[in-house]
Nanobody, 129 residues
Framework: QVQLVESGGGLVQAGDSLRLSCVAS????????MGWFRQGPGKEREFISA????????NYADSVKGRFTISRDNAKNTVNLQMNSLKPEDTAVYYC??????????????????????WGQGTQVTVSS
């Protein structure tokens, strides 16, 4: 069973930066896409960003484009999310996710929650104004 462990959340002020990391426990797992989602208070879980594991191509939600950067370390099975210029509306629990099925790769890349196989436990990010 693959476990995803996130780290790096915390409490910051508007305009600050945070870097989230997520490591997959199994080095042998077949990784096609890794993604980040978030769920704010009283809201649905929403797509933030995804990265193709093979070529590093990235995708972002409009709400974070230009402020957040996703990156990967294939050797360490790690995906990172650099978050700059944080806003109070970025406050949420942030979840790392893993897509292993090749047939679902495009759906995972586009942010379809149902297409992801594994989820982390989430890390809280709170941005004060």
């Amino acid at each position: 069973q693959v476990q995803l462990v996130e780290s790096g959340g915390g409490l910051v002020q508007a305009g600050d930066s945070l870097r989230l990391s997520c490591v997959a426990s199994e080095r042998t797992v077949s990784v096609n896409v890794m993604g980040w989602f978030r769920q704010g208070p009283g809201k649905e879980r929403e797509f933030i960003s995804a990265i193709n594991w093979s070529d590093g191509v990235t995708n972002y939600a409009d709400s974070v484009k230009g402020r957040f950067t996703i990156s990967r370390d294939n050797a360490k099975n790690t995906v990172n999310l650099q978050m700059n210029s944080l806003k109070p509306e970025d406050t949420a629990v942030y979840y790392c996710s893993l897509c292993t099925r090749g047939t679902y790769q495009s759906r995972c890349f586009s942010g379809a929650k149902y297409a992801y196989d594994y989820w982390g436990q989430g890390t809280q990010v709170t941005v004060s104004s």
